[in-house]
């Protein structure tokens, strides 16, 4: 998108292989970790209207928490809040407590609210004390969504619904639900140990415990729209939106079935989104490691844009 408008929306390859449906510029598509940009774009609007507030203890939305949780929503927002991110895979990161992973334990259950969510990790100690440092945790961004959902008085689903997919009319852009699948969504795709047979279909697996930092579902047109939303100041004042991105928003996701980027040029007016329904994994111990296959795809196109 350019300077507010959709200039070029295209699918390619197939949103289904054994069907042989193509895909589309309204194809949807799981958008992983870019979920993140969305939920803080979120976070941030409810601050503006003065319903959360960033220097208030998690704890005070979200009393569940343990009292060991001494942070407060900005520092859940920055990975700064100290609470570990998955169990059990090889990123070199100090968050990531080994045993089971997550996404293997909670596949079988249902959250209704983030708030419920965090029963899966909220009683581990903290990896650092909040405000220590930065440490990228997704499970920190279901709390931030608990307090956020708390503050509202309405779960983050529906919020979610009622401040982006209805007033932003954005209807592909939504929480992935699992027992209501969206009619336009891809089928999941996974390369497996050999990277020159990339059609090995994978499970459609339960991702209601990562909603706010990993739970979204978009097509690339509606991620593109929320883009441009974002740049022209409909969804949040230039003030609010420059606390959190300056001059540019760049991010990645990957997950099961799922490669995704969003990149915003906020002083420039260009947008570029990019999901595929492949995810690469070369490493078997790490099925989130993200090969940022559309993040170098989007990199292209605004190098050639951008010009």
């Not at 959709?6 to 958008?31: C, M, N, P, S, W």
Request: one cysteine or more.
């Amino acid at each position: 998108a350019q300077n507010g408008k959709l200039v070029y929306t295209r699918g390619f390859g197939y949103a289904d292989i054994a069907k042989q449906e193509v895909a589309h510029a309204g194809t949807v598509f799981r958008l992983a970790s870019v979920s993140k940009p969305i939920t803080a774009a979120l976070m941030m609007r409810l601050v503006e209207q003065n319903i959360l507030s960033l220097d208030q203890p998690s704890r005070s939305y979200v009393p569940e928490l343990p009292q060991h949780h001494t942070h407060t929503v900005r520092q859940l927002f920055k990975h700064q809040a100290g609470i570990r991110h998955y169990r059990g895979s090889k990123r070199g990161d100090d968050c990531i407590v080994p045993n089971n992973p997550d996404w293997k334990d909670s596949s079988s259950t249902q959250y209704p609210t983030a708030t419920e969510a965090t029963k899966l990790f909220r009683n581990d100690p903290l990896m650092f004390s909040p405000g220590a440092r930065s440490c990228y945790t997704t499970h920190g961004y279901t709390v931030l969504g608990a307090a956020m959902e708390r503050a509202a008085k309405i779960p983050f689903v529906t919020l979610v619904n009622r401040e982006i997919t209805q007033k932003l009319n954005l209807p592909t852009l939504q929480l992935e639900l699992l027992n209501q699948p969206h009619p336009e969504r891809a089928t999941l795709y996974r390369t497996k140990d050999n990277i020159n047979d990339p059609n090995v279909p994978s499970a459609w697996d339960n991702i209601s415990w990562k909603g706010p930092g990993g739970g979204m579902i978009a097509s690339s047109a509606d991620l593109a729209r929320f883009g441009v939303k974002l740049s022209d100041g409909s969804f949040l004042s230039k003030q609010k939106r420059e606390e959190l991105w300056k001059t540019t928003l760049s991010f990645s996701g990957a997950q099961n079935g799922a490669h995704s980027h969003l990149r915003v040029y906020f002083n420039e007016g260009l947008v570029i989104a990019v999901l595929s329904n492949q995810q690469i994994e070369l490493d078997k111990d790490d099925p989130e490691k993200d090969e940022s296959g559309p993040g170098t795809l989007a990199s292209t196109i605004a190098s050639i844009i951008r010009k």
